[in-house]
């Protein structure tokens, strides 16, 4: 089982940078993917950006060119960059691991309890 532990949100004002951690730790077998979502009160929970254990990201739309995703192997972490943050970038954050338990296990999905992001306009 996966534990996930964030840390780096807070308030900040329109055009301002917050970046985000999530450091995975318990027992598996080997992380595919980490990433992270947003939920805004009224909407849907959104991925915002992912990093797969090769490297590979995907991004929001939204946030192209102003997030990036990167991670740490070794320490299980992964990091986002929030530069020229917007109004509209406020929400919780929620950090995402899928790993594998097991060699022969299906991937399994842990949620990080969320951090708050708040821009001011």
């Known amino acids: 089982q996966v534990q996930l532990v964030e840390s780096g949100g807070g308030l900040v004002q329109s055009g301002g940078s917050l970046r985000l951690s999530c450091a995975a730790s318990?027992?598996?077998?080997?992380?595919?993917?980490m990433g992270w979502y947003r939920q805004a009160p009224g909407k849907q929970r959104e991925l915002v950006a992912r990093?797969?254990?090769?490297?590979?990201?995907d991004y929001a739309d939204s946030v192209k060119g102003r997030f990036t995703i990167s991670r740490d192997n070794a320490k299980n972490t992964v990091y986002l960059q929030m530069n020229t943050l917007e109004p509209e970038d406020t929400a919780v954050y929620y950090c995402n691991c899928n790993y594998k338990p097991n060699w022969n296990r299906s991937p399994y999905d842990a949620w990080g309890q969320g951090t708050q992001v708040t821009v001011s306009s």
């Open positions: 318990g027992r598996f077998f080997s992380i595919n993917a």
């Open positions: 990093i797969t254990s090769s490297g590979t990201t």
